[in-house]
């Protein structure tokens, strides 16, 4: 299972990725592995601050309906609109072509109750 050390998970398979204030968001190989071909991604907050552990959208997947939970609080600055046609990018490149949001964090001591790649991988490995 590809899980990038670089990047912070949740538990609800999210990953986040850090630059200073900003924070590009996805969900993990793992999650997309599981839900199966996506087929609509469905964010429609922009410009708006979403709290932490709350829900920013939701991914469609043939078998599926899955929220999507904000894993820091943050202003939802930019959203991957090639989404929109392509959907089948998250199961593709869930870490590349397939993220979801960019946000602007509020409070960077959040990102410290984020899991490292090795406690993620425990957590799907339970």
Do not use: C, R
Not at 32 to 48: C, H, R, S
């Amino acid at each position: 299972m590809n899980i990038p050390s670089e990047l912070k998970y949740t538990k609800d398979h999210e990953w986040v990725k850090i630059e200073g204030d900003i924070v590009t968001i996805g969900i993990t190989a793992f999650a997309q592995n599981e839900l199966g071909d996506i087929v609509y991604v469905d964010i429609d907050i922009l410009d708006e601050t979403v709290e932490k552990n709350e829900v920013f959208g939701s991914v469609e997947a043939v078998k599926t309906v899955s929220d999507l939970f904000m894993p820091v609080t943050g202003e939802i600055i930019e959203f991957n609109e090639a989404l929109e046609d392509e959907p089948e990018l998250v199961n593709k490149d869930p870490y590349g072509e397939g993220w979801m949001i960019k946000a602007k964090i509020n409070d960077t001591n959040e990102l410290e109750e984020l899991l490292d790649a090795k406690a993620y991988e425990e957590l799907i490995n339970q």
